[in-house]
């Protein structure tokens, strides 16, 4: 998982409630066994319409997604947020994140930022109106912020949370910085036991 510490980027609007996983990225891409080669589904029936916005050529190369609330619902398929990643973003923005998609956001490095739904709308109307609005994201201060329309405010995420952020921390990295106890612990279990190898 990349580290990150802080995101300064212009943000696409999805101004929609309720956008679930299959929406996100349908079903049928999920045939593919590795995490990439998603970015091109991504939003795939939507694309089809010319005046969605991820055809609008000012929002290219956003790296913060701007959402309606319940952003994220649906099946809990991981293969929505590796699309996102994949496609550019590295943050989304809602007033609601559902559940599954909030954790499976930080166990990739998306990072998930719920804020006020008046902020969020502000956020919308902003970015519809500005595409060259830029929002940062500091995870380090745990502030979010659009200086140009007066948005400062605080990135709801506990310490450990940011902490995993920070420094780049997976599942998988969490528990290998504790290989040594764990490799002592193996060492003095029965042989007859079933081991870590």
Aim: no cysteine; glycine share 8%.
């Amino acid at each position: 998982m990349r580290q990150t510490t802080r995101i300064t980027g212009r943000a696409m609007p999805v101004d929609r409630a309720n956008v679930d996983t299959d929406q996100i990225i349908p079903a049928h891409w999920l045939k593919n066994v590795g995490r990439t080669g998603y970015g091109a589904g991504l939003f795939e029936a939507w694309r089809k319409d010319p005046s969605f916005v991820i055809n609008d050529p000012r929002y290219k190369g956003a790296t913060i997604l701007v959402a309606g609330p319940n952003f994220g619902s649906g099946s809990s398929r991981e293969h929505a947020v590796w699309a996102l990643d994949e496609y550019g973003f590295r943050a989304v923005i809602s007033s609601k994140l559902a559940d599954i998609f909030k954790g499976n956001s930080l166990k990739m490095g998306l990072v998930p930022v719920e804020l006020p739904a008046e902020v969020v709308t502000k956020l919308l109307r902003a970015v519809e109106k500005d595409p060259s609005l830029e929002i940062t994201i500091d995870v380090e201060r745990a502030t979010v912020e659009a200086p140009a329309i007066g948005v400062r405010e605080t990135l709801r995420l506990d310490e450990f949370t940011r902490t995993r952020l920070r420094e780049g921390l997976d599942d998988i990295a969490l528990t290998l910085r504790y290989s040594d106890d764990i490799a002592r612990f193996e060492a003095k279990r029965p042989g007859w036991l079933p081991r870590v190898s």
